[in-house]
């Protein structure tokens, strides 16, 4: 320390600092002023400091700091657009600094000094990632490089050597990816004095990053060395510590075969399933014995499909085998507690208090006022559209917008996307209202509620969440307790016809029905607690509650629409990315269909929209179940001999070994959850549908008929002829 009396300013650069190294300096030299110095060698050396005037020992990070004179930082995104304050994007350089290139190399030189391709300004590319703070302050977060992707997360590996270097016992720390960047790995050097075995070392690691870190960025393997590998320039070589972390055997496990219980066996089976992996150890790790983040969606299918209430949270998260059966018991035991607490007639009656002070129902109202829901969605633009240009109705929409300029703007955008008119009075004919369904009062202000409840006289329903793979506790606020928040309106200020979009799918709900049978119109479906596709489950509760409002006096109409699929009457109609053509696009990605005696029924979105349109307008004050399908189910391997007709390049196959080719994780979830892995059972019943029948009499139509010349469309939007 004598010797450094006169020392009055320490500049540090070369590397990353660590966090800790600034105390250590001022311990013995409490005076000193020590500024970090940083710049790629491309910038002449340096282009920014950051005075250190504070510890930084319990932080992830020293700031970069601020550009020096003559130097220019940008943080930009992959557009060239520069980032808003706190959002992370690539550090590129402009200024006197730079670097000509790179001597006898063109086409490095190319690739890193470019010119911006709206300021003409020439850039150097430098491949660190960071942000500026709104003080004009840099932090680097890491190298583009630096950054990998395992298991479905990108992981900044400079985050997981800041968390190890602050230990007081760590001397130098390196995060690399290893096996082929599907595992973590880390290599430490003690710091000296410490007298800590290695396997103690690594103890401690572990448990301290399991209180700082998310599970799935602590390193599988930690390995004490003497010295870290490092390159020419005196940097870790992290290429050479990848190789070397992959050579090393893994201390082999002590195997735990699962124990003896339901949730266990079941999970075994599966992860035997999915992995085929024949000795699963109750400390295996799903991702590091073959699992992926797609093979995660096929588990979460597999675990939904017998009756537990997965996420991909909980996979991801808590993806040692013991670890998930743990939480999928004590998830399990939490739902089956809430589910059971659930009464939809109670949720019914409370939704309906204001129902003795509002104004009776008035039969004679022939202009309507109509509130509507899910508006900007696929149906939901066509079901506007037609409303607007058929009828004479005036609407009330509830969107999630700012403004209601932001609104309407989200209208247009919809309709133009879907080639749907809307008129240009729009502002005249349509009122937005923000909010959101979940919400009490949908979200509403206590001003915009009570003209809705005042005003209108229909509501339709038609906003929901159809997640397939979502736990119902997810969709349960939208799809259920959103459903008690429209009748709580429809029964405040006026009784009000309640027009509810169901889906044609409550039928799975049904028990001993022959998939011959013929559903009638009035069937109504009352269980739901023990049903395992949630979405269905959330629809069959939200009908639950209607029924008990139909037997206080209130007016609800039911539509169940089959799966909706595109417009009938165009030859180059918009495509929705429905389950029904995610299958077709795995098939053709498969180059064959799974044979199947299945029968499905689809019905373009113009036939469902006008169905709901003439509802709105000839069945007001009525209380019935409609049938908004096909005139027929279509067997599955009838619809695809078309689809090879018409040219599509794709083949029967197996069921298994169609299987074996699938690639598409949606539909290998779909069909685990909803088939259970067997195309042999499920699919559509047939369904009456007289009261359809009536609503189309009232424009002279008929049921829609699904033939060949339907799915033209599908094949030329893909571009698959043989």
């Given at each position: 320390a004598s010797k450094l009396k006169t020392l009055k300013s320490i500049f540090m650069s070369g590397d990353k600092i660590p966090t800790t190294l600034p105390d250590a300096i001022r311990k013995a030299h409490g005076s000193v002023k020590i500024v970090s110095m940083g710049g790629p060698t491309e910038t002449s050396i340096w282009c920014v400091e950051y005075p250190i005037t504070e510890s930084?020992?319990?932080?992830?990070?020293?700031?970069?700091?601020?550009?020096?004179?003559?130097?220019?930082?940008?943080?930009?995104?992959?557009?060239?657009?520069?980032?808003?304050?706190?959002?992370?994007?690539?550090?590129?350089?402009?200024?006197?600094?730079?670097?000509?290139?790179?001597?006898?190399?063109?086409?490095?030189?190319?690739?890193?000094?470019?010119?911006h391709p709206k300021t003409g300004k020439r850039l150097y590319k430098s491949g660190d990632i960071g942000f500026y703070t709104p003080d004009g302050i840099i932090e680097i977060l890491g190298r583009e490089d630096g950054q990998i992707k395992i298991n479905g997360y990108r992981i900044e590996l400079s985050e997981i050597e800041a968390a190890i270097e602050q230990m007081s016992f760590i001397r130098t720390v390196a995060a690399v990816p290893v096996h082929d960047r599907t595992t973590l790995a880390a290599a430490?050097?003690?710091?000296?004095?410490?007298?800590?075995?290695?396997?103690?070392?690594?103890?401690?690691?572990?448990?301290?990053?399991?209180?700082?870190?998310?599970?799935?960025?602590?390193?599988?393997?930690?390995?004490?060395?003497?010295?870290?590998?490092?390159?020419?320039?005196?940097?870790?070589?992290?290429?050479?510590?990848?190789?070397?972390?992959?050579?090393?055997?893994?201390?082999?496990?002590?195997?735990?075969?699962?124990?003896?219980?339901?949730?266990?066996?079941?999970?075994?089976?599966?992860?035997?399933?999915?992995?085929?992996?024949?000795?699963i150890s109750r400390s295996d790790n799903f991702f590091n014995i073959g699992g992926s983040s797609l093979s995660?969606?096929?588990?979460?299918?597999?675990?939904?499909?017998?009756?537990?209430?997965?996420?991909?949270?909980?996979?991801?998260?808590?993806?040692?085998?013991?670890?998930?059966?743990?939480?999928?018991?004590?998830?399990?035991?939490?739902?089956?507690?809430?589910?059971?607490?659930i009464n939809l007639d109670d949720m019914a009656t409370k939704a309906m208090h204001a129902m003795n002070e509002a104004l009776p129902f008035d039969p004679d109202i022939k202009k309507h006022r109509v509130f509507m829901t899910g508006a900007t969605g696929y149906l939901g633009t066509y079901i506007l559209s037609r409303l607007l240009k058929e009828t004479d109705c005036s609407m009330y929409l509830l969107v999630r917008a700012g403004t209601p300029a932001e609104g309407y703007e989200r209208l247009r955008r919809a309709a133009a996307d879907k080639n749907q008119p809307l008129p240009e009075n729009l502002e005249e004919r349509v009122k937005i209202f923000n909010g959101a369904m979940d919400r009490p009062h949908l979200g509403l202000n206590d001003d915009d509620y009570k003209v809705i409840s005042g005003e209108c006289d229909t509501i339709i329903h038609n906003a929901s969440i159809i997640n397939l793979m979502d736990p119902l506790s997810s969709i349960f606020p939208t799809n259920v307790q959103g459903v008690a928040n429209i009748l709580e309106l429809a029964t405040t200020g006026r009784i009000k016809q309640i027009n509810y979009i169901s889906t044609i799918a409550v039928h799975y709900g049904l028990e001993n029905v022959d998939l011959t049978a013929v559903i009638p119109e009035n069937t109504d479906i009352h269980?739901?607690?023990?049903?395992?596709?949630?979405?269905?489950?959330?629809?069959?509760?939200?009908?639950?509650?209607?029924?008990?409002?139909?037997?206080?006096?209130?007016?609800?109409?039911?539509?169940?629409?089959?799966?909706?699929?595109?417009?009938?009457?165009?030859?180059?109609?918009?495509?929705?990315?429905?389950?029904?053509?995610?299958?077709?696009?795995?098939?053709?990605?498969?180059?064959?269909?799974?044979?199947?005696?299945?029968?499905?029924?689809?019905?373009?979105?113009?036939?469902?929209?006008?169905?709901?349109?003439?509802?709105?307008?000839?069945?007001?004050?009525?209380?019935?179940?409609?049938?908004?399908?096909?005139?027929?189910?279509?067997?599955?391997?009838?619809?695809?001999?078309?689809?090879?007709?018409?040219?599509?390049?794709?083949?029967?196959?197996?069921?298994h070994g169609w299987l074996n080719d699938l690639s598409d994780s949606f539909v290998n979830g779909f069909i685990s959850l909803y088939f259970?892995?067997?195309?042999?059972?499920?699919?559509?019943?047939?369904?009456?549908?007289?009261?359809?029948?009536?609503?189309?009499?009232?424009?002279?139509?008929?049921?829609?008929?699904?033939?060949?010349?339907?799915?033209?469309?599908?094949?030329?939007?893909?571009?698959?002829?043989?």
């Open positions: 930084f020992a319990d932080k992830p990070r020293i700031p970069y700091g601020k550009p020096l004179a003559n130097h220019v930082i940008y943080i930009l995104n992959s557009r060239m657009e520069i980032c808003p304050d706190y959002t992370p994007g690539e550090m590129y350089i402009a200024g006197w600094g730079l670097a000509e290139g790179y001597c006898a190399d063109p086409d490095k030189t190319a690739a890193s000094f470019i010119t430490v050097t003690l710091a000296d004095g410490t007298g800590m075995t290695a396997e103690n070392a690594v103890e401690k690691i572990k448990k301290a990053l399991a209180e700082k870190l998310p599970a799935y960025m602590i390193p599988e393997n930690i390995r004490v060395m003497e010295k870290l590998p490092l390159s020419a320039n005196g940097k870790i070589n992290r290429k050479a510590l990848s190789a070397e972390l992959s050579n090393m055997d893994i201390p082999a496990k002590k195997t735990e075969k699962p124990l003896d219980t339901k949730i266990e066996q079941d999970l075994l089976e599966i992860w035997s399933d999915i992995l085929k992996h024949g000795n995660a969606i096929t588990l979460l299918s597999r675990l939904l499909a017998k009756g537990y209430p997965a996420t991909l949270e909980l996979i991801f998260n808590h993806s040692v085998f013991s670890d998930m059966a743990d939480c999928m018991d004590r998830t399990q035991a939490e739902q089956t507690a809430w589910i059971n607490s269980r739901w607690r023990d049903l395992d596709l949630t979405y269905e489950q959330s629809k069959i509760m939200a009908e639950n509650i209607f029924y008990k409002a139909r037997k206080n006096g209130i007016p609800v109409n039911i539509l169940r629409p089959s799966s909706i699929t595109w417009e009938s009457g165009s030859s180059a109609p918009f495509i929705n990315n429905d389950a029904f053509v995610k299958f077709y696009k795995a098939c053709l990605a498969a180059g064959s269909y799974p044979e199947s005696p299945l029968k499905v029924n689809i019905v373009p979105v113009d036939y469902v929209a006008e169905c709901v349109s003439l509802a709105t307008v000839n069945r007001y004050g009525s209380s019935l179940n409609y049938h908004l399908v096909s005139k027929d189910s279509i067997g599955v391997n009838r619809i695809y001999s078309w689809l090879g007709e018409l040219g599509s390049n794709i083949g029967s196959q197996d069921f259970k892995n067997d195309l042999s059972d499920g699919g559509h019943y047939s369904y009456d549908c007289d009261e359809a029948r009536k609503l189309l009499d009232y424009r002279n139509l008929e049921p829609f008929n699904v033939t060949k010349s339907y799915f033209e469309p599908l094949v030329e939007k893909f571009n698959n002829r043989a």
